[in-house]
Nanobody, 125 residues
């Protein structure tokens, strides 16, 4: 069964940094676009960052540009999200996702069929 497993979430003070990791259960994800979305209580799920299958192209949500960085991990079938200068409004459940439809850094959640269980990130002021 195809699975995505996130790790690295937790609590941090404003201005701090956190790195999230997503590991895929199959190497087939090496040819898929990968992304991170987040959802805060009472809000819709939103794009955080997306990366193309080859790691060349990336896209970011407007609120995280310049603070977050997505990359393909050195380990097989992993994707990382490095978050800096965290703010209380970054508090959310962060989800890793993979797209079998496109290899580009797609920004629409509708293009991602595979999702992890989510990891909580809480930023305190």
């Amino acid at each position: 069964q195809v699975r995505l497993v996130e790790s690295g979430g937790g609590s941090v003070q404003a201005g701090g940094s956190v790195r999230l990791s997503c590991a895929a259960s199959e190497r087939i994800f090496d040819s898929y676009a990968m992304s991170w979305f987040r959802q805060a209580p009472g809000k819709e799920r939103e794009l955080v960052a997306a990366i193309s299958w080859d790691g060349v192209n990336t896209n970011y949500g407007d609120s995280v540009k310049g603070r977050f960085a997505i990359s393909r991990g050195s380990a097989e079938s992993t994707v990382l999200l490095q978050m800096h200068a965290l703010r209380p409004e970054d508090t959310a459940v962060y989800y890793c996702a993979a797209s079998a439809i496109t290899g580009t850094a797609a920004t629409s959640s509708k293009l991602y069929a595979y999702w992890g269980q989510g990891t909580q990130v809480t930023v305190s002021s």
